[in-house]
């Protein structure tokens, strides 16, 4: 019963956002924008854009994940499908689990995909770019399992983009923190495998809290 | 203990409590915070290196210290009202944001006002003042999320979801903060070495921490009433309270 509602509900959110790809593409696009953005605003200096790149593209991936968090509940919120959700047999938090995982593959696995060439932009090292995309990994989840909760608590407020923002990003913090150590350290070649490390545990303790706060935060919303 | 709690889950019996403590907190507040002061201001001795911009101490560690303990208190209060779901919990949840934001704002302004002759600067990016600042913004994200549901009732408690995950979270802030500050920057002009502070200004100091305690407290009851006040307004003990009967269901 879990599992089957889990994979159902995945296949759903899938075919629902491959059905509607502009509006998949349009975090990609601005995620790429703001990036190309940045070398107009702080001039074309290799050296610069390394030194600042590592930064750039988390602080870019972050915002544009922000973008694309909205989605995960609000039409469901709309058409009245969450109110199946927390009617269905199966768990609250396990189709919380299933709409994370399939919003982090519709909306951030792109923005990995891309990083390589973004690193082209931004001169950074083959090194730096392994770490990157290693970081990107096992931090982006964080961002979608979090975020999970931010859309939860907002769901039913009119207009709450901005205030989901203002919600998740001081609590972002330390894996931006924990991110960019990690690149800097593979820039001079140190060993970054504490950061990694760090950050597995952040996703770890978020993989278990976040879908059951979620569910919480969706329940509160929906009554 | 349960017993004597409960009645509390009434709104009507917590705002006559409040009625009851606030005298208290507000006298013992304003006596101690006025004894501290004066003492710490005007007959406590200079420091022997920074003269008497120290002074503004007396003001800044109290609320430095205190910022962190109103959001744990925020948070134990949300707590409270997701265990047991105690709907007073979410209003104090709601009252203690707004008094805990302005505190972390004070501790903010008399740092920066006590850093600018000290360091010559109004900001660095020290780890103690970063996860300062990123308190205020987490203070600010509850109020933000409080105020925009209309139905306060329901965003009393997002508001206190917000808050227990905020505190799952801010020693890894913490942490994290002062782990990145030392990697960035190594040892820094701003890491204090305890001082080992002198009795005629440890005692001041002191007395100022727990009144300013009291004030918060004080305060906390003020807004805990008019959020009582204002969520219940409809029921008929309030238009008793107000002498007004029209508003009775």
Not at chain 1, 187 to 201: D, E, M, R, S, W
Request: glycine share 8%; proline share 5%.
């Amino acid at each position: 019963m879990v599992v089957s509602g889990f994979v159902a509900q995945c296949q759903r959110d899938l075919l629902l956002a491959f059905r509607q790809r502009s509006e998949v593409l349009q975090p990609l696009l601005f995620f790429v924008l703001i990036i190309s953005l940045f070398p107009l605003g702080v001039g074309p200096g290799p050296q610069i854009l390394q030194k600042i790149g590592p930064g750039i593209v988390w602080v870019a991936a972050l915002l544009s994940a922000m973008l694309g968090l909205e989605r995960m509940f609000r039409d469901d919120f709309n058409d009245g499908y969450l109110e199946q959700m927390l009617l269905s047999p199966t768990p609250l938090p396990v189709l919380v689990m299933a709409k994370v995982v399939s919003h982090w593959i519709v909306s951030i696995l792109p923005l990995i995909i891309v990083s390589p060439l973004l690193a082209l932009f931004l001169n950074l090292t083959s090194g730096m770019l392994q770490a990157l995309v290693l970081t990107l990994l096992l931090g982006t989840p964080v961002v979608s399992l979090l975020g999970a909760i931010g859309v939860g608590l907002t769901v039913s407020v009119q207009r709450g983009g901005v205030l989901i923002s203002l919600l998740l990003l001081p609590i972002l913090v330390p894996l931006l923190i924990v991110a960019t150590a990690a690149v800097d350290a593979a820039t001079v070649q140190l060993p970054y495998q504490g950061q990694i490390l760090i950050l597995a545990a952040l996703l770890l303790l978020s993989l278990a809290l976040a879908p059951v706060a979620a569910a919480y935060a969706l329940k509160v919303s929906l009554e | 203990m349960w017993k004597w709690l409960h009645p509390y889950a009434k709104t009507e019996q917590t705002y006559l409590l409040c009625g009851r403590l606030l005298p208290w907190f507000s006298v013992l507040g304003l006596l101690l915070i006025v004894t501290g002061s004066v003492w710490g201001l005007v007959f406590s001795p200079a420091d022997y290196q920074q003269g008497d911009s120290a002074r503004i101490m007396y003001i800044h560690v109290p609320t430095a210290i205190l910022s962190m303990s109103t959001y744990a208190a925020m948070a134990i209060a949300a707590v409270i009202g997701l265990v047991w779901q105690i709907r007073t919990c979410d209003m104090a949840v709601a009252a203690i944001a707004p008094v805990g934001a302005v505190i972390t704002a004070l501790a903010l302004f008399t740092g920066a006002a006590w850093g600018k002759p000290m360091w010559g600067t109004w900001w660095v990016w020290d780890a103690r003042l970063t996860s300062e600042l990123i308190l205020l913004f987490m203070y600010l994200g509850v109020l933000a999320l409080y105020s925009s549901f209309d139905d306060k009732q329901k965003g009393g408690r997002a508001a206190g979801l917000l808050a227990i995950v905020g505190v799952i979270n801010l020693p890894i802030i913490h942490f994290s903060v002062e782990w990145w500050n030392t990697l960035h920057q190594g040892a820094s002009i701003t890491k204090f070495d305890k001082p080992s502070i002198a009795n005629e200004m440890l005692w001041p100091l002191l007395i100022n921490l727990v009144g300013l305690a009291f004030i918060i407290g004080a305060l906390v009851l003020l807004s805990l009433r008019n959020e009582i006040l204002r969520r219940e307004i409809k029921r008929p003990w309030v238009g008793k309270l107000t002498g007004e009967q029209n508003n009775a269901i």
